[in-house]
């Protein structure tokens, strides 16, 4: 496995819980567990790819700035995270937010997939990327503790 098809995989499981999570409704049990799940995940899956894959990118000048302007993203989904921490769960911006969230998230992945990946696949040898797969399941693991 490739250190793109780990980041894919973990992507399409954030989809699945920011799709479930617009569709909770009010101050509910599964409002909080489905936010504690998705909250995790971007902090931990951040952390990890930050690591595995943006820290290498900036090593090279290529790649560099779509590193950083990640790395910025990665930020701005952290505040947003923040905002919904500080807001009540039955508060009608709460949804808002939380759709807010999902858009800005979605965007994120899309242009990791079409853009990112394939700039960084131009920089990284065959060996990085099997290696680099190694090292972000090792820092999600280590996360996920």
């Known amino acids: ?7 894919r995989d973990d992507h399409d499981t954030q989809r699945t819980l920011l799709d479930l999570l617009v569709k909770t409704e009010g101050n509910s049990e599964g409002r ?15 952390a990890a790819e930050e690591r ?19 790395v910025a993203e990665h930020h701005e989904i952290d505040e947003l995270i923040e905002a919904l921490e500080a807001t009540d769960y039955s508060s009608p911006g709460w949804v808002a937010s939380a759709q807010k969230l999902q858009h800005l998230v979605t965007h994120h992945l899309d242009e990791e997939e079409q853009e990112v990946f394939q700039a960084a696949g131009k920089v990284l040898s065959n060996d990085q990327k099997q290696d680099l797969a190694g090292v972000y399941r090792q820092e999600m693991d280590h996360q996920r503790k």
């Open 32 to 46: 909080d567990e489905l936010f504690q799940k998705v909250k995790a995940e971007l902090q931990h899956h951040a």
């Open 52 to 70: 595995a894959l943006y820290i290498p990118m900036m090593e090279h000048d290529a790649t560099q700035e779509k590193a950083r302007h990640s």
């Open 1 to 7: 496995m490739t250190l793109f098809e780990a980041l």
